[in-house]
């Protein structure tokens, strides 16, 4: 069987991307992707190496999109929309430090499911 040369990965230049960041109470996750939904990059508050009740706070979510707008930069990023979703203290944060590393902020969306009255609660309880 003849063997198969992998054709090398090519930087990718998206001029604007659309960072997902998604804060709950114990952690911030951001996902940068192009206009069509392909992943680009992403990170967390864990992958970042904070531990426990620290993964929460506005510090590690503004930590987080440095490291982001660091490798952002070399994809030739000009333009950013934000998907915000949860109710976490990191999401004002990661909007922040996108802007102070130069990235316009196109767009700032709640993206945050809200039921219209959603499940039936459990039965009563007995006791």
């Given at each position: ?42 990170s ?17 979510a ?42 316009g ?23």
């Amino acid at each position: 069987m003849a063997y198969k040369k992998k054709s090398k990965k090519t930087k990718r230049q998206v001029d604007t991307v659309v960072a997902h960041v998604r804060s709950t109470f114990n952690n911030t996750i951001v996902s940068i992707t192009t206009l069509d939904g392909d992943v680009l990059l992403n990170s967390s508050a864990g992958r970042l190496g904070f531990k426990g009740a620290r993964r929460g706070t506005p510090f590690a979510a503004s930590q987080i999109a440095s490291g982001l707008a660091k490798d952002m930069g070399s994809l030739g990023v000009k333009n950013v929309e934000v998907n915000l979703q949860g109710p976490g203290s990191g999401r004002d944060s990661v909007v922040r430090s996108f802007q102070a590393a130069g990235f316009g902020i196109t767009t700032l969306r709640d993206v945050t499911p809200l039921p219209h009255n959603g499940c039936r609660p459990p039965k009563k309880r007995r006791v």
